[in-house]
């Protein structure tokens, strides 16, 4: 996985910061009986409604890398729609959508 350079950046300026945040989610996933596919899952889930695009994008990311379809990823757009609204769920899964086409783009 291609690591943006805004985080390379943040690694490179805030080196002691880092270090510390990513424990923290080392700490997070650590804490509790969830499989990194399911926790992957709830991480998209959260970013999408939190309405948060560049998470949603890293999220697609390591959820397939967690071992789950594109049809999973799919689905938790789709089922965000009667918590966070119509829109908002479609705007959700163009994102979904973004991180298969590159992908599908790459493999080809």
């Given amino acids: 996985m291609t690591i943006p350079k805004k985080y390379q950046q943040m690694h490179s300026d805030y080196p002691e910061l880092m270090q ?22 709830v991480k998209l889930a959260i970013s999408v409604g939190a309405g948060l695009e560049g998470a949603a994008h890293s999220h697609c990311r390591k959820a397939m890398e967690a071992g789950c379809s594109h049809d999973d990823l799919r689905h938790v757009a789709i089922l965000a729609a009667p918590t ?7 705007r959700a899964k163009s994102w979904v959508e973004d991180v298969i086409k590159k992908q599908t783009d790459s493999a080809s």
């Fill in 20 to 41: 510390a945040y990513e424990a923290m989610g080392k700490a997070t996933r650590d804490a509790g009986p969830l499989s990194p596919r399911e926790a992957a899952l």
């Fill in 84 to 90: 966070i609204g119509f829109p908002p769920m479609m």
